[in-house]
């Protein structure tokens, strides 16, 4: 069977590793290097960085901690955090990055997508959908880490950034963000038929159990978390950790 990636995300807040639950009451978990050293002896398959505040403070990730990564980091990695410019996506991948990671500026202009996998190709470019349902109880894609809905439904706007050439999508329910408590199953489901290009499951793992869930019954090619990988257990002590290769492969076979 197809061995699903498993990959830590880890969200930056100025110069610190934190972790949200449901994109709000943050938690100091320490530094990020020192992360990606711990990572590194796991042989983590890759990882994912994304700067929460990057967006609405109108800047880019911080170009020297990419590189920070890079020099530390032994396996592949995307960062996210304030791209919106064919620029940007040159400077990030100059810096070491694989991929990159856009939320806000998709929504904004779709078809900056389009522009950035015609000049970075697909592979380059990840696009991270965010959901959670509107007042009225639809579900509905939402920008600025969480703060803003947009018009579009998840399924809809998956299709889109399938259509404009990108080559992978996260899909994160804000909802069941560091809950613990298992994915969106039937959102990531809804998603994974509806492109054919990779998604990646993010939001809600709390055990190797929820991870096999996803990808048995979501459908989901790439298994993504944030608490699963930073805390022990749901007591939430710190402990940055990652499955064994035999525990993995419970997952897919």
């Not at 994109?23 to 960085?49: C, M, Q, R, T």
């Not at 990055?97 to 779709?110: C, F, G, L, Q």
């Not at 470019?125 to 880490?145: A, H, P, Q, T, Y």
Request: hydrophobic fraction near 40%; charge should be positive.
């Amino acid at each position: 069977m197809f061995r699903p990636r498993v990959i830590p995300v880890l969200l930056l807040q100025g110069n610190g590793l934190v972790k949200s639950i449901q994109f709000k009451n943050h938690s100091y978990i320490g530094d990020p290097i020192n992360a990606v050293k711990i990572f590194n002896e796991f042989k983590a398959d890759e990882l994912v960085f994304l700067d929460i505040l990057a967006s609405k403070e109108n800047r880019l990730i911080s170009l020297d901690f990419v590189r920070d990564v890079g020099e530390e980091a032994n396996m592949p990695f995307a960062v996210g955090g304030g791209i919106k410019t064919v620029k940007d996506i040159q400077d990030v991948i100059a810096s070491g990055a694989e991929k990159v990671i856009i939320s806000s500026a998709a929504i904004r202009n779709p078809n900056f997508i389009k522009e950035a996998s015609v000049t970075f190709g697909s592979s380059t470019i990840v696009v991270c959908i965010d959901v959670k349902k509107n007042f009225l109880g639809g579900e509905r894609v939402w920008s600025l880490n969480g703060s803003k809905v947009s018009k579009y439904k998840p399924e809809e706007f998956a299709e889109l950034m399938q259509k404009n050439g990108a080559g992978e999508i996260i899909i994160q329910s804000i909802t069941n963000d560091g809950e613990m408590n298992g994915y969106n199953i039937s959102l990531i489901k809804k998603i994974s038929n509806q492109v054919k290009i990779p998604v990646v499951a993010l939001g809600g793992a709390g055990n190797i159990n929820d991870l096999k869930e996803v990808y048995n019954d979501g459908y989901a090619n790439g298994l993504a978390a944030g608490s699963l990988f930073v805390y022990q257990n749901k007591m939430r002590g710190v402990l940055i950790n990652y499955p064994e290769k035999k525990v993995i492969k419970k997952i897919y076979l």
